[in-house]
T-cell receptor
Framework: IAGITQAPTSQILAAGRRMTLRCTQDMRHNAMYWYRQDLGLGLRLIHYSNTAGTTGKGEVPDGYSVSRANTDDFPLTLASAVPSQTSVYFC???????????FGPGTRLTVL | GQNIDQPTEMTATEGAIVQINCTYQTSGFNGLFWYQQHAGEAPTFLSY????GLEEKGRFSSFLSRSKGYSYLLLKELQMKDSASYLC??????????FGAGTTVTVRA
């Protein structure tokens, strides 16, 4: 089934540890996005990529990094996790930056 | 930046109609989206408005007034499965989406 997959589904992580959240799409979409969703705040954009080989910063990029080596994959890395990064992380993709975004199932991350 | 406001919660009866309002202030505007999100699941696309007026899609309709910075999502003939959060999102001049905090709709029998 075509769509977006994210891994892991959930993770508990000790503060200070490094963590990479994986996102893969098989729709050949050019643009991909990472959001975090926190209660009462809605979805906030962390980083985005309009096409393979390019990335940009969103609203809340600090503490996170991304790479876009190919069209399908867009991993999000927390270099040294902190408790404030406890959240649900959603990856999304769209055919182009001006097109509708479709979301993956999310990763629930808890940093202790 | 964007400022997007929508009510936190709404409750309605099965078979009724509910209207979820969304107001926004934006630096550049390239469309307004509504997403539905069931608890513990991903947001799913419902509707898109870029011009003023009403877009109808089955039991769901969405309205936009750009001059007023206002949109609403209308849910008709409510069903229990419509209990979910509804997210209003505005696309800015750089084609980035900003989301409201979401409106949780509870449908009662």
């Amino acid at each position: 089934i075509a769509g977006i997959t994210q891994a892991p589904t959930s993770q508990i992580l000790a503060a200070g540890r490094r963590m990479t959240l994986r996102c893969t799409q098989d729709m050949r979409h050019n643009a991909m996005y990472w959001y975090r969703q926190d209660l009462g705040l809605g979805l906030r954009l962390i980083h985005y990529s309009n096409t393979a080989g390019t990335t940009g910063k969103g609203e809340v990029p600090d503490g996170y990094s991304v790479s876009r080596a190919n069209t399908d994959d867009f991993p999000l890395t927390l270099a040294s996790a902190v408790p404030s990064q406890t959240s649900v992380y959603f990856c999304a993709s769209s055919d182009g930056a001006a097109d509708t975004q479709y979301f993956g199932p999310g990763t629930r991350l808890t940093v202790l | 930046g964007q400022n997007i406001d929508q009510p936190t919660e709404m409750t309605a009866t099965e078979g009724a109609i509910v209207q979820i309002n969304c107001t926004y202030q934006t630096s550049g505007f390239n469309g307004l989206f509504w997403y539905q999100q069931h608890a513990g699941e991903a947001p799913t696309f419902l509707s898109y408005n870029v011009l003023d007026g009403l877009e109808e899609k089955g039991r769901f309709s969405s309205f936009l007034s750009r001059s007023k910075g206002y949109s609403y999502l209308l849910l008709k003939e409510l069903q229990m499965k419509d209990s979910a959060s509804y997210l209003c999102a505005v696309r800015d001049g750089d084609y980035k989406l900003s989301f409201g905090a979401g409106t949780t709709v509870t449908v009662r029998a």
